[in-house]
DNA sequence: CCTACCGATCGGTAGG
DNA sequence: CCTACCGATCGGTAGG
């Protein structure tokens, strides 16, 4: 089991470490990442996990990457099919839901447990995070923006702020499951998308 | 400026142990708290330090109990006087608003930065801050009663429903903040409220 | 991919 | 409140 692996096998080694420290980070965080515990969880050697990327930041620059194509996949593109605007807007927040209800990870959504972590620690990881929170958010407006502009939502309506309403439902639901264990959450997030995304 | 201080001395370092690494822990999270660190800081001995408290644990306990009582104080205090009810809650939603978009502590709020870091850390520490977060939503869930009760709000308003979507206003304003910068959040925040808190 | 190792720092204790 | 110390672990490197 020890020497050099070939390109391909260094490659799946490569994924498992990083789908194993999205899941420890879920739970401990990007900062209580550490590559012994990875390594000893994997049962790889310290420097032969992180000869994979180099260093500590490099690793969880990968891990936000791979949790931000993880999110994409479970959350966008089941409803992707959905006709654009309202539709694909009411699609894409019953997806979120259900998504923010799942064990995905074991820690929850990634993203809501590093947001806070990261907001005050400048670097290239706060800036991979803060870029995939705009993309998302781009997108949401999109749909939003085309509701507005067909009609389907009430003229005048304003996207973003109607997204910032959205953005305050999940995270309330994210807190209210994880921390209360609130299983009532996830209606009362339904409850306040169904009512901002009423046709007029 | 060795050797065994005075029981005010060694009160009064207690409490500034407590307020600073309170301010540590709003930025690098309660678990980035190192007892070396703040030994430095406050041109202490390691310990030195702990001898205030014992372990790590108990200091992490003592900083959610001060950071309560600070948040109590800034958030609610200012307010109590306000007639119960609707009127009370407008003032506490404007006061918990004015708070989330100062700079009390140079990391933001506390409870926003450390619930999803301790959400999925079982222990004292977690219960600590779960009690805050629940007596919170007590005194709100009191005042929104109320003002169901006295017809101040729409009968049949649900006052969990209510507070949840309050309290995700309020979360999405400390994440635009923080995290995007965002100089629109308090102002949306501020909308949200006013919406849902309309006399019928 | 490994072993062997580096200096720094972790939380905590003994003893004064 | 200090100095002096403990074993464990941190991120990372050298060399193969």
Excluded at 30 to 52: M, N, P, V, Y
Excluded at 56 to 81: N, Y
């Amino acid at each position: 089991m020890n020497g050099r692996r070939s390109v391909t096998a260094a490659r799946h080694t490569r994924s498992q470490i990083v789908r194993h420290a999205m899941s420890v980070a879920s739970v401990e965080g990007l900062e209580g990442l550490t590559i012994g515990r990875l390594a000893q969880d994997l049962g790889l050697s310290k420097s032969g996990l992180l000869g994979h990327f180099g260093d500590k930041q490099t690793l969880q620059q990968r891990v936000v990457e791979a949790a931000g194509a993880q999110f994409w996949r479970e959350v966008w593109e089941p409803v992707a099919a959905t006709a654009a605007g309202l539709p694909r807007l009411r699609a894409v927040c019953r997806s979120w839901i259900a998504y923010l209800s799942s064990d995905a990870l074991p820690g929850g959504c990634f993203f809501m447990a590093v947001v806070t972590e990261f907001d005050d620690r400048p670097g290239p990881v706060r800036e991979a995070i803060v870029g995939y929170a705009a993309r998302w958010h781009h997108e949401l407006r999109r749909e939003a923006e085309r509701a507005v502009s067909t009609g389907e939502l009430p003229a005048g309506t304003d996207p973003d702020q109607l997204l910032f309403e959205v953005t305050g439902a999940m995270l309330a639901l994210n807190a209210g499951r994880r921390l209360h264990r609130d299983p009532t959450a996830a209606g009362r997030a339904a409850q306040v998308v169904h009512r901002l995304l009423q046709a007029p």
